[in-house]
């Protein structure tokens, strides 16, 4: 009789504790880098008081990692329901009796410090909860994904600058071809094999897609602007009827956070006005401005199938790789993530994240809008909660995918999937096109 071989756990309990460390720095930086009436204070209702995001951190990991994986008795059972994201909306949130700035994070401290425990002695295995260390990777994914949250509202927030960033090495402009052929054919879309991947992922199964070309760089704030001056706004032939009637209504006119002035345009960027520079991807914009965007330029928005296809398949050996550059998780030279930078590097930037067919900055950068609603593939199952993804399926979502500079490497991969309304605009989002091969 034969037994598989048991699995190696310490990798993953070096790899839960690493993320976890990671993420904490962040939100520490996040929710320090003000005083206490900027943490409580709401700077937009489509956002909380970062003082609810920090607290709502600290509540998730102790119903998760101590209450169901270690089955400890809550610290604080009371403030479940204030932190509950769906039964308080974000406009709502500044008007509970939310824990003040200090004793959230003494709260968030006391949580973090039982998981540790939790985590040093965890066994790793024997429950999907629990195998590859799971729930801690979904944790980790959980406060980075909060963490992002933060930093549009940090975008949002009026004053002084709170948060400095190094800026992206400079590159020679982009001199690349414009599009790249992607071959039709199928390949595999989704995955059943990524330990820390969500349910809106899996499972993997075969796509079959119509060869198509696409752009090798996201669109830019250069080739933006050209849309802008040639009447993008003001011509409704553009815009999807919900789209146009939108922008009628509320009087938009440009990029979020975008002004004309004295014959350029300039934006403000965490606290700081600048010039838009022309040479990064365009961000701050709606599905309803992309699409427009896409229609005006002969072109249109990606599936979601031809955005992954794009990303992950190579044509040497037919298989599907975690990442454009390969299976190795993201290091520096592959891609603008983890907030290292608080803006998009340069169309062209990333060489060496290119995908085999020579796509760049698939990963990081910008949220790439596609043209898809979002969907469950098939075989979907919700865990380890319905309210994660099931919840938001549906046609009144459109998919993101790639991640932006926002998000961090545990966050981000081949497969991530992300949604929002297709009005959004203060998430750190853009796009690339594509059209259909001629026949």
């Known amino acids: 009789m034969t037994t598989e071989p048991a699995l190696d756990t310490e990798p993953f309990r070096e790899r839960a504790l690493t993320t976890l460390t990671t993420a904490r720095a962040r939100t520490?930086?996040?929710?320090s880098c003000v005083e206490d009436p900027d943490l409580t204070a709401q700077h937009s209702p489509l956002m909380s008081p970062l003082?609810?995001?920090?607290?709502?951190?600290?509540?998730?990991?102790?119903?998760?990692?101590?209450?169901?994986?270690?089955?400890?008795?809550?610290?604080?059972?009371?403030?479940?329901?204030?932190?509950d994201a769906f039964e308080h909306p974000r406009a709502e949130r500044p008007r509970l009796p939310l824990l003040p700035p200090d004793e959230a994070r003494r709260y968030a401290a006391e949580v973090r410090g039982r998981v540790l425990d939790v985590l040093e002695g965890a066994t790793l295995q024997g429950t999907r909860l629990t195998e590859a260390g799971f729930a801690f990777g979904m944790i980790a994914q959980h406060e980075q994904q909060h963490d992002e949250t933060m930093l549009i509202t940090h975008q949002l927030r009026r004053g002084p600058q709170a948060l400095t960033a190094p800026d992206p090495d400079p590159v020679p402009p982009f001199t690349g071809p414009a599009e790249v052929l992607v071959p039709g054919g199928p390949f595999t879309?989704?995955?059943?094999?990524?330990?820390?991947s969500l349910d809106n992922e899996r499972p993997a199964h075969r796509r079959e897609v119509a060869p198509f070309l696409i752009d090798t760089t996201p669109v830019t704030n250069g080739a933006y602007q050209a849309f802008i001056e040639d009447g993008g706004y003001d011509t409704e032939r553009w815009w999807a009827p919900e789209g146009w009637a939108h922008i009628r209504l509320n009087s938009v006119q440009a990029p979020?956070?975008?002004r004309r002035e004295a014959g350029q345009w300039l934006r403000r960027?965490?606290?700081?006005?600048?010039?838009?520079?022309?040479?990064?991807?365009?961000?701050?914009?709606?599905?309803?401005?992309?699409?427009?965007?896409?229609?005006?330029?002969?072109?249109?928005?990606?599936?979601?199938?031809?955005?992954?296809?794009?990303?992950?398949?190579?044509?040497?050996?037919?298989?599907?790789?975690?990442?454009?550059?390969?299976?190795?998780d993201p290091a520096p030279e592959h891609a603008n993530?983890?907030?290292?930078?608080?803006?998009?590097a340069p169309a062209g930037s990333y060489p060496a994240g290119a995908s085999p067919l020579g796509v760049r900055q698939l990963i990081g950068d910008v949220w790439e809008w596609t043209s898809s609603d979002f969907l469950p593939y098939p075989g979907f199952a919700p865990f380890p909660y319905k309210e994660y993804s099931e919840v938001f399926f549906g046609p009144e979502y459109k998919v993101l995918r790639g991640g932006s500079f926002a998000v961090d490497p545990v966050a981000c991969r081949g497969t991530f999937r992300n949604w929002d309304y297709p009005i959004r605009r203060q998430i750190f989002s853009g796009f690339r096109t594509a059209r259909s091969e001629s026949v």
């Open 189 to 196: 879309m989704g995955t059943s094999a990524e330990p820390w």
């Open 337 to 344: 993530l983890g907030q290292r930078h608080l803006r998009p």
């Open 28 to 31: 520490t930086l996040l929710t």
């Open 256 to 258: 979020l956070f975008w």
């Open 51 to 83: 003082v609810w995001d920090l607290a709502h951190i600290g509540n998730q990991e102790e119903q998760w990692l101590l209450r169901a994986v270690a089955g400890q008795e809550a610290i604080r059972p009371e403030i479940d329901s204030l932190y």
């Open 269 to 328: 960027r965490f606290g700081v006005t600048e010039v838009v520079p022309p040479e990064e991807p365009v961000l701050h914009v709606s599905w309803y401005e992309a699409d427009a965007y896409a229609r005006w330029a002969g072109r249109r928005l990606p599936t979601e199938t031809e955005w992954e296809k794009a990303a992950r398949f190579d044509p040497a050996t037919g298989r599907s790789r975690r990442y454009p550059w390969g299976d190795a």
